[in-house]
């Protein structure tokens, strides 16, 4: 089985979100079940070029507006398994990965490029696995070129979708120039007077995949289609939900480098010397009696930003350290600033992005962790929470209910906190329920031993993936 993944972000080259975390897990995960798989992403400024093997694919031609472009690849075994990275500074030598206005001519071209590179190659793989919007146009594009080149007439696609909220839209009059101005790819785009790349890819993919089996059925629903409801009801026979896994040996607190002190689910003893040092990096007072509530996420309505602003001064009141690291909306960083300087030894805040080590940190040294988010996919932060004994309060959604189990004292059974209505009230409930649990240490240790001994390692996931490709690949 050959797997080629086209993503616009993978660990450890670009990060914004999970996207990158499952797309460098996922490749190294396959190539254990006899899966020969490979990546496929642009080479952006901010990749370290650490990770690049010196060697490179060179002259692959493509085409593109009526001329002929000859670009290179980078190579790189970084990620666990063959990666191909486009050099083509034109378009991602910037200091983002998103955010501009030509995001769509960005991620076209990308696309042309991957599929020429196959040709290049002369690999040909059974499944081509395109990742979210950006890879929408390679879904089209493949699909068109199956009815002319031999080459690609026996590859098969599966589109994964990890946040149908981001769907690509762009400037319909674009199409021509872009290669998608004949019928039927004209009204493939076409949604709501916008042409969606996501749309687009959805119809052309042979099969679709998102990221737990929760999500797969609130992405049918209108509260969670954002508008393409009734396409993804109308392929629900090829829609299929399968949740992240957690690469164990990056995410391990036995093994992490960037702890303070290594521990395990038989000795925790180390976690205390993990939130003694948490406390010191965000210059707060270290009484490790004190419980710590962090969230680690994008600062957006999305994350339930909206929700923890409302109850912030109420969690800081109950006696606990609140901890936040993100970035994103100015009036979420500016709420977070403010809040810092209100209670200077109960908040630490770092706005941005700090890299991996200070998430490492902070998953290490909380005792809670907070995931309210309106919607979720599938989430992995409350999967690495529980991997380091920090207990979850999240939302009961997407892949938060799917991998997060509330805690029963009468049975001891449970990993964690959840709420269901979306009101920060029933929030600040399940913080006061689960700090009530947290003094009572053997309920809090049997909570932490829950989640740290459950298994959501990537060879479950890459066996779920691996069985889709091979029922694709015989469409």
């Known amino acids: 089985m050959r797997v080629a993944i086209l993503t616009s972000e993978a660990v450890p080259f670009a990060k914004t979100g999970g996207l990158a975390d499952v797309s460098g897990a996922l490749p190294k995960a396959l190539t254990e079940q006899d899966v020969d798989a490979r990546l496929i992403l642009p080479l952006y400024d901010q990749i370290d070029r650490g990770f690049l093997n010196g060697d490179s694919i060179e002259d692959i031609r493509v ?37 501009y206005k030509d995001d769509h001519i960005r991620f076209a071209y990308f696309s042309r490029a991957a599929l020429a590179l196959l040709k290049h190659l002369d690999w040909q793989p059974d499944v081509v696995n395109g990742n979210d919007w950006p890879s929408g146009f390679a879904m089209q594009e493949l699909r068109a070129r199956r009815r002319y080149d031999p080459f690609f007439q026996p590859i098969r696609t599966v589109l994964s979708l990890h946040n149908v909220g ?22 493939d785009f076409m949604l709501e007077r916008s042409a969606s790349a996501l749309k687009a890819g959805i119809i052309a993919a042979d099969a679709l995949s998102t990221v737990s089996p929760r999500y797969s059925r609130e992405i049918q629903t209108r509260d969670q289609g954002h508008g393409l409801d009734w396409l993804l009801r109308s392929r629900a026979d090829r829609l299929v939900g399968i949740a992240n896994g957690v690469d164990y040996t990056i995410w ?10 290594n521990f395990s ?3 925790l003893s180390g976690k205390r010397e993990c939130k003694i ?21 994008r600062l957006v309505k999305q994350k339930g930003y909206d929700l923890i602003r409302q109850i912030a001064p109420a969690i800081v ?55 309210p988010s309106l919607y979720e996919p599938c989430g992995l932060n409350q999967m690495y929470s529980m991997r380091y004994g920090t207990v979850p309060i ?28 979306y009101e920060a009230g029933a929030l600040l409930e399940k913080i006061r329920e689960a700090l009530y649990f947290y003094g009572r240490p053997d309920d809090w240790k049997k909570i932490q031993r829950n989640g740290m001994l ?10 779920k993936y691996a069985e889709l490709y091979r029922e694709v690949a015989q469409l």
């Open 277 to 297: 040092d948490l406390l010191r990096r965000f210059g707060l007072p270290q009484d490790a009696e004190r419980p710590i509530i962090a969230v680690i996420s």
């Open 454 to 463: 459950v298994d959501n390692s990537w060879e479950a996931a890459a066996k």
């Open 317 to 371: 009141q109950t006696g606990s350290f609140f901890i936040a690291l993100g970035a994103g909306a100015s009036e979420y960083e500016d709420f977070l600033q403010q809040l810092h300087e209100r209670y200077p030894r109960e908040v630490g805040i770092y706005k941005g992005y700090a890299g991996e080590p200070l998430a490492h940190q902070i998953e290490a040294g909380a005792d809670m962790f907070l995931m």
């Open 252 to 261: 391990n607190p036995e093994t992490d480098p960037d702890i303070a002190a």
């Open 63 to 99: 085409e593109w507006r009526g001329q002929v472009h000859h670009v290179r690849f980078a190579l790189s075994d970084a990620a666990g398994a063959p990666a191909y990275l486009l050099e083509t500074p034109e378009f991602f030598a910037r200091p983002n990965i998103y955010g």
């Open 265 to 267: 689910v038989d000795d």
């Open 394 to 421: 999240v939302r009961a959604t997407g892949g938060l209910d799917d991998t997060v189990e509330q805690f029963n004292p009468s049975t001891g059974t449970g990993t964690g906190f959840k709420f269901g209505p």
């Open 166 to 187: 981001y769907q690509g839209f762009f400037d319909p009059g674009d199409l021509w120039w872009l290669g998608f101005g004949e019928r039927p790819e004209v009204d």
